[in-house]
C-alpha cells in the first residue's frame, strides 16, 4: 500500500503501544524492516537521517522506501529524521516524504519554536505529520545532564505552539550506543506523558535497557527510535558470516544479514507493543 504519514499508523497518545521507527541505509534496511513488519502484522516507520543520505542520496533513498513500501500490505511511513534546516525538509517533503522531524535542539528556545513552528506549517501543507524536540538527546557522551533533560512546562508551551504531531522529549537515552545499559527518568517521562496532548518521542532506544524501553511504553511513549543497534547487528553477523560460509554467494550473505537484522526489528516490534497492530 502506498505509505502513510504517523497518523496513519494508527497508535495515539492514548493507546499503550508504541509504533518502532528504524532508521534505515540501503535497500537492505528498508527491506528488513518491511520483513519483520510483515511477519509481526506490525506497522513501521522507515527513518531517513542525515548520514544515511550522506550515504545513499536523499531521493534515491526515499524512493526505495516508496517503492518498497508499496509492494507490502501493512502501514509504513517514510519518515526524515533529525533535520536541521529548512532546505533538507523542503526537498524531502516535494520528494512526497510522509513525516518529518526537525531538531531544533542546538538552537535557542526561541529560534526552536520558530523554525520548527515553519516545519510544521510546510508539512502539513503537504499532508505530512511533523515531530519536533525539546531538551537535548545527546551524541557521544555516556550520560545526561538534570539541564539537557525535557522540562515539563516548557515542553507543554512547546507542543503549544509550534502544533507538532509528535514531540521529542529526554529522559535519559543518548543517541550512538552500541550496547544497551541506559535507564531512563520515568517520573518525568509520566509527567510529560499527562500534561502534553501529542504522543511522545523516545530517541536513543538502543542505548537503553529493555525493562526501560516497555516501562517507558507503559508510561506514555508512542514512537520509539532506534538506530545504532541495527547496525551492530549486522555487522557482527557479517563479520563471522564472511568467515564462516566464505564461499557463499555474496548475495546470500546479503540476504542471511536482512534476516539477522529482521529478527533484531521484530523483536523490538514484539518489545514495544506493535506486534498484530496493522
Ligand atoms: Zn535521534
Redesign the pocket.
Known amino acids: 500500500m502506498n505509505p502513510c504519514n504517523l497518523n496513519g499508523l494508527g497508535v495515539t497518545r492514548e493507546d499503550s503501544w508504541a509504533v518502532g521507527h528504524f532508521n534505515i541505509h540501503n535497500q537492505e534496511f528498508i527491506r528488513s524492516v518491511v520483513r519483520a513488519a510483515e511477519q509481526e502484522r506490525s506497522p513501521a516507520i522507515l527513518a531517513v537521517g542525515m548520514m544515511s543520505i550522506k550515504y545513499m542520496g536523499l531521493a534515491p533513498l526515499i524512493s526505495s522506501c516508496q517503492l518498497i513500501a508499496k509492494e507490502t500490505d501493512v502501514p509504513v511511513a517514510v519518515h526524515l529524521?533529525?533535520a536541521r534546516d529548512l532546505d533538507i525538509v523542503r526537498q524531502a517533503l516535494d520528494l512526497g516524504i510522509n513525516s518529518v522531524m526537525f531538531d531544533g535542539s542546538s538552537f535557542g528556545y526561541e529560534e526552536n519554536v520558530e523554525k520548527t513552528t515553519e516545519v510544521v506549517r510546510m508539512a502539513h501543507d503537504c499532508g505530512a505529520t511533523a515531530e519536533g524536540e525539546i531538551g537535548i538527546?545527546p551524541h557521544g557522551t555516556d550520560t545526561v545532564s538534570e539541564d539537557d533533560m525535557t522540562d515539563p512546562a516548557r515542553a507543554v508551551e512547546f507542543a503549544e505552539r509550534t502544533g507538532v504531531d509528535y514531540l521529542?522529549v529526554s529522559l535519559g537515552s543518548v543517541?550512538g550506543m552500541k550496547t544497551a545499559g541506559t535507564s531512563l527518568n520515568q517520573d518525568l517521562l509520566k509527567s510529560l506523558h499527562e500534561q502534553i496532548n501529542v504522543p511522545l518521542v523516545l530517541?536513543?532506544a538502543s542505548g537503553v535497557v529493555d525493562d526501560h524501553l516497555k516501562a517507558a511504553v507503559e508510561n506514555g511513549i508512542r514512537k520509539i527510535?532506534v538506530?545504532t543497534g541495527l547496525k551492530v547487528v549486522l555487522k557482527d553477523f557479517l563479520s563471522s558470516r564472511l568467515i564462516d560460509e566464505a564461499d557463499a554467494d555474496l548475495l546470500e550473505d546479503l540476504d542471511a544479514g536482512m534476516d539477522a537484522v529482521a529478527e533484531a526489528v521484530a523483536g523490538k516490534m514484539r518489545l514495544f507493543g506493535s506486534s498484530n497492530k496493522a
Open positions: 529524521d533529525h538527546v521529542a543517541h530517541h536513543g527510535n538506530n
